[in-house]
């Protein structure tokens, strides 16, 4: 079956700091996509990125990187120079291709980002 | 353009009622997915629409059902409420129901029973 884990409950760090967001997914499928969402506390799932298992390149978005790793099933989240703003519950996901064209998203439980000035 | 939106923000219900939540998909996405985030229990996926129809349901009971409306806007129905039924809900969509199309998040309800 597939699972997300984020073993990181709470990441506290002090602005300009560098921080890294674990995540390590199961899956029996060859064919899957990863997701990292951001979840601010009004509520919002934020769509930050999605890769597809067929493309192991790093990717870099401003301050965000990311880091897929097939070998090792991680999807790792890098924020360099954090700032208050990026403050917030952070999601990494799973999807699946499920019967009948359903895409089924497994998320991890979240890392909660503290980011204090 | 506009992304998902869900209405109302707060819905506050007293146990044993009916609360319906409603949701419109991003212009031009078929498929809306409803998800329950309930504290301690993380994101848990409950109810698929695609094209008008309930194509798959997470683990819930049936007290839990919606429907989805040839515009592709959805409503969640939640019937005979229970205090763990206070969570935030989510919706989201996509272009369709397939492996390669992202999915796009609403804001949420937030729903508490008392």
């Known amino acids: 079956a597939q699972k997300v884990t984020q073993a990181q409950t709470e990441i506290s760090v002090v602005e300009k700091e560098d921080v890294t967001l674990d995540c390590v997914y199961e899956?029996?499928?060859?064919?899957?996509?990863l997701f990292w969402y951001k979840q601010p506390p009004s509520g919002e799932l934020v769509f930050l990125i999605r890769r597809n298992s067929f493309d192991e390149q790093n990717e870099i978005s401003g301050r965000y990187s990311w880091n897929f790793q097939k070998s090792t099933s991680s999807f790792n989240f890098t924020i360099t120079a954090s700032q208050v703003v990026d403050s917030a519950v952070y999601f990494c996901a799973l999807s699946e291709a499920g019967g009948d064209g359903f895409q089924k998203l497994v998320f991890g439980t979240g890392t909660r980002l503290l980011v204090s000035p | 353009e506009a992304g998902v939106t869900q209405s109302p923000t707060h819905l506050i219900k007293t146990r044993g009622q009916q609360a319906t939540l409603r949701c419109s998909p991003i212009?031009?996405?078929?498929?809306v997915y409803w998800y329950q985030q309930a504290l301690g229990l993380g994101l848990q996926f409950l109810l698929w629409y695609d094209e008008g129809e309930e194509r798959n349901r997470g683990n819930f009971p049936p007290r839990f059902s919606g429907r989805q409306f040839p515009n592709y806007s959805s409503e969640l129905n939640v019937n005979a409420l229970e205090l763990e039924d206070s969570a935030l809900y989510l919706c989201?969509?996509?272009?369709?129901?397939?492996?390669?199309?992202?999915?796009?998040f609403g804001e949420g309800s937030w729903l508490t029973v008392v």
């Open positions: 989201a969509s996509s272009l369709v129901g397939y492996l390669s199309h992202t999915i796009y």
């Open positions: 212009s031009g996405h078929t498929s």
């Open positions: 899956t029996r499928d060859t064919t899957y996509y």
